[in-house]
Each structure stands twice: as C-alpha cells, then as structure tokens.
C-alpha cells in the first residue's frame, strides 16, 4: 500500500485564519490541506473557489492543495483552480460524462487528477481504463455535502474493492473519518486520509494526525 497522506479538511478550520490554520497543520504533520470547493448545484451549499485558494496558495508556502470540486460542471473549473495553486484537483464522477478527458486536461495544467465516488456509486463505476488514467481514488464515507456527518460503514467495501484492483493507487477517504474511524479505512486500504471534525476540533490536533498516520502505517 502507498504511505500515509494526511490531509486535514479546512472546512472545519476557521475561515477568518485560513492561512494561519494551514500553517498550524503542517506543522502538526499534515502532508496535505483538503480544500472542499462547493458551488451550490452538485450539493447545497457553497464554500470557497479559486480565488480563496490563490491567497492561501500564496500565504502558505510549499502548500499541496487537495482540490475536493463538490461541483455540477468540474471542467469549468481547471484552469482557475491552476491559476490558484491547485496541486490535485479531484471531480465527482457523478458530475461528468468524459471522465478520461477531464483527467487528460487536469494533466495538462500540470495538477494531480483525482476521481470522487458518492456513498451511492459503486466501485465498479471507477472502469480499469480510468483508474489507471487517474493519480487518486476518493470514497466518499458520507454524502457530499458538509462536515460532522456520521461515518457511513457500508462504504468501507469499495475502499477495499478499489485496493484489490489497484494496489499502488493513492486511495483517499473522506467524511466522518476520526480515531475511531481509521482502523476499518486503513484495514480496507486507504492510504490518504481526510478528517475535518476529528482533527480541527481536537485538543491536540498534532496527536491526532499522528495517530490516523501511524494506524495506516502499521
Ligand atoms: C464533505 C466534505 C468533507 C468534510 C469532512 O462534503 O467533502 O471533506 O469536510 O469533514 P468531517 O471530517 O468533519 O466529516
Ligand atoms: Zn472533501
């Protein structure tokens, strides 16, 4: 299995400190920042797009942005979440009929192409053709959408689908992941981890970071 990437999501950071919540996670060990890019049309609710992501992007030096695109058109978006610092820009594949070429055009802006499954689409809809196109695989563990949800357990199959298929792919799980959630996403084989709630609203968010990374690890 590939090494442990934590990645904490900024939506449950304060939106007031961005920049400086960014810098306090890399410190803390995180590899990773997962920026959730909602538009009020795939889901319901809005966040942040590229231009919040340029003055993170420039306010953090050495950031990797994971670019989450909870968005209707994700092709839209390429070449402004580029132009911001977007270092892998991952699309719902609910939200495309071309996935191949949107990896291809991701690709061509130099970013990291990630592939997005809702708790509803199954593994299988992730064809070998473009998996092997892909850079990430992302389970979703609870509906696109918002922070603080339930982890959803009758996701965990398809992480472990998808890692029998795909040994060497980074396979990133998201939503309701936290210390008591780990060690079924790490038994099933993945290997980069995003945990808002869990990591944000800790005492310590550095031990908790390091404790999701260790539970991959071993
Ligand atoms: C949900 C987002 C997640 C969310 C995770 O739509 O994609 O990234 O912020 O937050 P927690 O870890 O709090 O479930
Ligand atoms: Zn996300």
Redo the contacts with the bound molecule.
Sequence with gaps: MPRAIISP?V??SDFGQLTAECKRMIKGGAEWL?M?V?DGHF?P?ITMGAPILSCVHKGVPGIFMDC?M?VAEPEKWVNDIADAGGALYCFHLEATAHPIALIDTIHGRNMKAGVAISPDTPSTAITDEIANAADMLLV??????????K?LDRCVPKVAELRARFPDKDIEV?????PKTIGVCADAGSNVI????????AQNPEAVIAELKDTVNT
Aim: hydrophobic share 40%; glycine share 24%; no cysteine.
């Design positions: 999501s939506l449950a997962h959730d909602m889901v609710n989450h909870m979703m563990t609870v509906y696109p959408g918002r922070g603080g949800q982890f998201d939503g309701g992941v936290g995003v945990a808002g709630t869990a990591i944000f609203g």
